[in-house]
């Protein structure tokens, strides 16, 4: 971990968990985005996402705990199939070293990649309503996430917070839109 990292970690400090009513209830308006505008519609997305994080936190972490709540075994196994592809493919398929270059260096491999390749493939198709529960997972809190994101209304103290933030980045989604470079230019504009 790098200075600057461990440095920004330290000084990371979450934003308050806003209220129920201000999230999606009473005060809450919600209003479909001019679909042509796609600047007007990208920072009410990204102020949205900076003002109720927390709460985006929440959704995140409680449907992953129902989740593994109602079926722990197949959330586990499609996520030990999803790492072990993933695993595989970045293995074989990253860097210099190609498939057909192990091949031609070291005929013993091929036996070795064939075998791999048709146990992933036999976990794959024996797992896969594991592997699509853990994606369904995985998708349902960002699906969620940006659909409020793009029909939440901002409001007069959602405005006057991001403007804070926009001087003391130092929040988890800020650093993550930082990361990607999209707070930056949302935000002042």
């Known amino acids: 971990m ?10 990371l400090e979450l934003p308050p ?4 009513n201000d999230f999606i209830l009473g005060s809450a308006r919600f209003q479909l985005p001019n679909l042509k505008d796609f600047d007007k519609w990208g920072n009410r997305v990204v102020k949205n996402l ?3 994080q927390t709460n985006y936190f929440l959704i995140f972490l409680s449907n992953y705990a129902l989740m593994i709540l109602f079926n722990p075994l197949k959330i586990l196994c499609g996520l030990l199939v999803q790492a072990m592809v993933i695993a595989i493919i970045l293995h074989f398929f990253s860097g210099k070293q ?3 270059g192990v091949k031609l260096h070291n005929p013993n ?3 070795y990649f064939l075998a791999g390749s048709l146990l992933m493939g036999y976990m794959l198709l024996h797992w896969f309503d594991a592997v699509l529960l853990t994606s369904f997972t995985l998708l349902l809190p960002f699906s969620l996430t940006f659909v409020h994101a793009s029909l939440r209304l901002r409001n007069l103290k959602n405005k ?3 403007t804070m933030v926009i001087l003391n980045p130092s929040t988890p989604m800020g650093m993550f839109l930082d990361a990607f470079n999209i707070a ?3 935000i002042l504009n």
């Open 2 to 11: 790098s200075a600057d990292v461990a440095e920004a970690v330290q000084n």
């Open 184 to 186: 930056a230019d949302s």
């Open 17 to 20: 968990l806003r209220t129920l």
């Open 109 to 111: 491999q091929k036996w």
């Open 50 to 52: 900076l003002y109720y």
């Open 160 to 162: 006057v917070t991001n």
């Open 98 to 100: 190609r498939i057909v």
